[in-house]
């Protein structure tokens, strides 16, 4: 048989207990070719995976590298090294991804239509050679449009992939359409490929490993490279059109508009202030409610006010008609033309026709800020028509801010709540709230309607039981708002607590300052949450000077740290069924049982050292989320929209 032509593959080997699958597709290649296989420097069987790849392919290059950049940034190492040497090469990994809903199923079908037969090979290899013009052929059915509205597209990647575009002499970047292969396994002619390496890209420009699934360096890169084979000249195909050379309807074109919603979306619209007004704020936002947005809304209308700006505060309640509602007054003036709208987005996904509050709130005229919450890395598709509809986005932390600007080419900047009134001195003691008066008290507080499986309180009560004994002088209090007591996992807390005098189990409303009080009390902060858009009951203990242990992931990862509290062990796992609005597919951190239980021990032996990390703790956290800090950060922002829309007229 006629050996093929000279062949390579790169296979990025993250999951080595695939290696047998990848190796039965490899099979399928007839004639001679050279294996590239990258794998990670810190798995366990490292040199034994090494030593089953040689055992079938003796010549196989193998490089281990740092693991970051998943499988593009390994490519991007490998391929300017061996691209002058083969005339075809092949771009594979070990897919498992956990951001959709059967990942197996994916890379099968990859792999099946790129080399799922020795017939398949042959048909993609002939077809390079039948139209000299194809550059890169995909697996049929994974071609993803760069306008696409489900999954973040050119408009989440505009910032880094237009200056890419510039250096390969790409004009016009936001009028090309083009597809690119969701799941960045392909084939492609070498030569087809020569542009992407004057991007001069390495390892070191990739982002640490952190779970995230969208807004990296490697997802604009797998949005890139059909741009990088339009520059050198050549076209795109998938494997539903080898039968007849044809490149399909892949190859990048340019388009004169992309109507309405599209191209006018991906870029910020020109604002400009009514002739001779003056910067002023209308804040919509929950302020009149006793839950964590409320608490949020309440510490962003403090530090509207202090800012000296014009202010009217717009209680928002849709949404919240299940909550206790609190009395608060703030100064009116007259309409603003900045709006600040503190709302989740899950809530704003019904902007529209029916939800005339808002529409009548978020008017063109205004300049429109959002402040989010979101506690995963990546926000789901669907909320893209709501991102569109705000000039730019104030985020409490530093991880909302990550998920913001993947979706959205809109300003991003990191605004903090200020949480002032944390700082006044406690004026209730334990008895005066119930709490037992001779007991280390552990405790945890979360929100019913925050989604349990979320805040994961069980996970705190099974350490809790497991490593402490009623005899030993502690006692776990979990605190629920608005709990059903219908709710499986409240009543398994309610059974426990019954069988456990020593786990307390409290779903009384306690108003702002009763909650002050309780933090003030207690002896150390258990958060084994799965993640957290910011974390506003850790910061109300890390206030009060309490030591905390928690998961450091989500916005508590910019002040939980080994310096100012315990910050747990976790891996990360998917969502799972019934908890939404998360969707199941999507990931968040899960806490080790076994790191809970060795850092409530360590705070219960050393309380010294732990109040030592306690104090240490209340100096960060109020220095970040201060009436000053927050209410200076937020006039600086005011008026440089107000000076890039005026020209400081």
Same mark, same amino acid.
């Given at each position: 048989?006629?050996?093929?032509?000279?062949?390579?593959?790169?296979?990025?080997?993250?999951?080595?207990?695939?290696?047998?699958?990848? =190796?039965?597709?490899?099979?399928?290649?007839?004639?001679?070719?050279?294996?590239?296989?990258?794998?990670?420097?810190?798995?366990?069987?490292?040199?034994?995976?090494?030593?089953?790849?040689?055992?079938?392919?003796?010549?196989?290059?193998?490089?281990?590298?740092?693991?970051?950049? #998943?499988?593009?940034?390994?490519?991007?190492?490998?391929?300017?090294?061996?691209?002058?040497?083969?005339?075809?090469?092949?771009?594979?990994?070990?897919?498992?991804?956990?951001?959709?809903?059967? %990942?197996?199923?994916?890379?099968?079908?990859?792999?099946?239509?790129?080399?799922?037969?020795?017939?398949?090979?042959?048909?993609?290899?002939?077809?390079?050679?039948?139209?000299?013009?194809?550059?890169?052929?995909?697996?049929?059915?994974?071609?993803?449009?760069?306008?696409?509205?489900?999954?973040?597209?050119?408009?989440?990647?505009?910032?880094?992939?237009?200056?890419?575009?510039?250096?390969?002499?790409?004009?016009?970047?936001?009028?090309?359409?083009?597809?690119?292969?969701?799941?960045?396994?392909?084939?492609?002619?070498?030569?087809?490929?020569?542009?992407? *390496?004057?991007? =001069?890209?390495?390892?070191?420009?990739?982002?640490?490993?952190?779970?995230?699934?969208?807004?990296?360096?490697?997802?604009?890169?797998?949005?890139?490279?059909?741009?990088?084979?339009?520059?050198?000249?050549?076209?795109?195909?998938?494997?539903?059109?080898?039968?007849?050379?044809?490149?399909?309807?892949?190859?990048?074109?340019?388009?004169?508009?992309?109507?309405?919603?599209?191209?006018?979306?991906?870029?910020?619209?020109?604002?400009?202030?009514?002739?001779?007004?003056?910067?002023?704020?209308?804040?919509?936002?929950?302020?009149?409610?006793?839950?964590?947005?409320? *608490?949020?809304?309440?510490?962003?209308?403090?530090?509207?006010?202090?800012?000296?700006?014009?202010?009217?505060?717009?209680? &928002?309640?849709?949404?919240?008609?299940?909550?206790?509602?609190?009395?608060?007054?703030?100064?009116?003036?007259?309409?603003?033309?900045?709006?600040?709208?503190?709302?989740?987005?899950?809530?704003?996904?019904?902007?529209?026709?029916?939800?005339?509050?808002?529409?009548?709130?978020?008017?063109?005229?205004?300049?429109?800020?959002?402040?989010?919450?979101?506690?995963?890395?990546?926000?789901?598709?669907?909320?893209?028509?709501?991102?569109?509809?705000?000039?730019?986005? &104030?985020?409490?932390?530093?991880?909302?801010?990550?998920?913001?600007?993947?979706?959205?080419? #809109?300003?991003?900047?990191?605004?903090?709540?200020?949480?002032? &009134?944390?700082?006044?001195?406690?004026?209730?003691?334990?008895?005066?709230?119930?709490?037992?008066?001779?007991?280390?008290?552990?405790?945890?507080?979360?929100?019913?309607?925050?989604?349990?499986?979320?805040?994961?309180?069980?996970?705190?009560?099974?350490?809790?039981?497991?490593?402490?004994?009623?005899?030993?002088?502690?006692?776990?209090?979990?605190?629920?708002?608005?709990?059903?007591?219908?709710?499986?996992?409240?009543?398994?807390?309610?059974?426990?607590?019954?069988?456990?005098?020593?786990?307390?189990?409290?779903?009384?409303?306690?108003?702002?300052?009763?909650?002050?009080?309780?933090?003030?009390?207690?002896?150390?902060?258990?958060?084994?949450?799965?993640?957290?858009?910011?974390?506003?009951?850790?910061?109300?203990?890390?206030?009060?000077?309490?030591?905390?242990?928690?998961?450091?992931?989500?916005?508590?990862?910019?002040?939980?740290?080994?310096?100012?509290?315990?910050?747990?062990?976790?891996?990360?796992?998917?969502? %799972?069924?019934?908890?939404?609005?998360?969707?199941?597919?999507?990931?968040?951190?899960?806490?080790?049982?076994?790191?809970?239980?060795?850092?409530?021990?360590?705070?219960?032996?050393?309380?010294?050292?732990?109040?030592?990390? %306690?104090?240490?703790?209340?100096?960060?956290?109020?220095?970040?989320?201060?009436?000053?800090?927050?209410?200076?950060?937020?006039?600086?922002?005011?008026?440089?929209? &107000?000076?890039?829309?005026?020209? %400081?007229?």
């Amino acid at each position: 048989m006629k050996s093929l032509p000279p062949v390579a593959v790169i296979l990025h080997l993250f999951y080595t207990d695939l290696w047998d699958n990848v =190796n039965s597709y490899l099979r399928n290649l007839e004639g001679e070719f050279d294996l590239y296989v990258t794998i990670p420097f810190d798995l366990i069987q490292g040199q034994a995976i090494i030593d089953n790849i040689r055992a079938s392919y003796p010549e196989a290059r193998i490089i281990r590298f740092e693991n970051k950049g #998943r499988d593009v940034a390994p490519f991007m190492e490998i391929y300017p090294a061996i691209a002058p040497l083969y005339k075809y090469i092949c771009k594979i990994h070990t897919k498992r991804s956990l951001q959709i809903i059967d %990942g197996t199923q994916w890379r099968i079908q990859l792999f099946d239509e790129l080399l799922g037969s020795p017939e398949r090979v042959r048909e993609i290899l002939a077809a390079f050679d039948q139209n000299p013009e194809l550059g890169m052929i995909g697996p049929a059915g994974r071609a993803i449009s760069i306008r696409s509205t489900k999954v973040p597209g050119f408009q989440a990647y505009r910032k880094i992939l237009t200056p890419w575009a510039d250096t390969l002499g790409i004009q016009k970047l936001h009028r090309l359409h083009y597809h690119f292969f969701g799941g960045t396994m392909f084939w492609f002619r070498s030569e087809a490929m020569l542009p992407i *390496l004057n991007l =001069n890209i390495t390892q070191a420009h990739f982002e640490e490993e952190n779970g995230v699934y969208e807004g990296t360096i490697a997802h604009a890169l797998e949005r890139f490279f059909p741009v990088a084979i339009h520059a050198a000249g050549f076209k795109i195909g998938d494997t539903d059109n080898l039968a007849s050379g044809s490149t399909g309807n892949l190859s990048p074109e340019y388009i004169e508009s992309y109507g309405d919603g599209d191209e006018a979306n991906f870029r910020p619209r020109k604002w400009k202030p009514a002739e001779n007004s003056k910067p002023g704020v209308n804040l919509i936002a929950p302020v009149e409610f006793i839950n964590g947005l409320g *608490l949020s809304s309440r510490g962003f209308a403090a530090s509207l006010q202090h800012t000296g700006l014009p202010l009217n505060v717009f209680p &928002w309640h849709i949404g919240f008609e299940r909550v206790t509602r609190i009395a608060v007054e703030y100064p009116t003036a007259e309409f603003q033309p900045i709006n600040i709208v503190h709302l989740n987005l899950d809530l704003l996904s019904g902007i529209g026709p029916d939800n005339p509050p808002l529409v009548n709130l978020v008017k063109p005229e205004c300049y429109n800020i959002c402040i989010p919450y979101w506690e995963l890395s990546a926000l789901p598709p669907e909320w893209q028509n709501v991102i569109q509809r705000f000039d730019e986005f &104030w985020c409490a932390s530093s991880f909302i801010a990550r998920s913001i600007s993947a979706v959205s080419s #809109r300003p991003v900047r990191v605004i903090r709540p200020s949480l002032s &009134w944390l700082e006044s001195e406690p004026s209730a003691a334990r008895s005066d709230i119930g709490l037992p008066e001779d007991k280390f008290i552990f405790a945890y507080a979360a929100d019913f309607g925050s989604v349990l499986g979320r805040k994961n309180p069980m996970a705190f009560i099974r350490a809790y039981i497991d490593e402490f004994q009623p005899e030993e002088g502690a006692c776990c209090l979990v605190k629920i708002n608005y709990s059903n007591r219908g709710n499986p996992v409240i009543q398994e807390m309610l059974s426990i607590s019954k069988q456990r005098k020593d786990v307390i189990f409290l779903d009384k409303l306690l108003t702002d300052e009763e909650m002050k009080t309780l933090f003030e009390n207690i002896d150390c902060y258990v958060s084994p949450h799965r993640s957290e858009g910011l974390g506003l009951t850790i910061l109300e203990a890390m206030s009060a000077a309490k030591p905390v242990i928690a998961t450091p992931y989500g916005g508590v990862a910019d002040f939980v740290t080994p310096d100012t509290a315990f910050p747990l062990d976790y891996q990360l796992i998917e969502v %799972g069924e019934g908890n939404q609005p998360y969707p199941p597919s999507f990931i968040w951190a899960d806490p080790s049982i076994a790191s809970i239980r060795q850092r409530m021990r360590q705070v219960f032996l050393d309380q010294e050292a732990a109040a030592e990390i %306690g104090r240490k703790g209340k100096i960060h956290a109020r220095s970040l989320f201060s009436l000053a800090e927050t209410s200076s950060a937020m006039r600086t922002e005011i008026d440089r929209i &107000w000076q890039d829309t005026t020209g %400081g007229q």
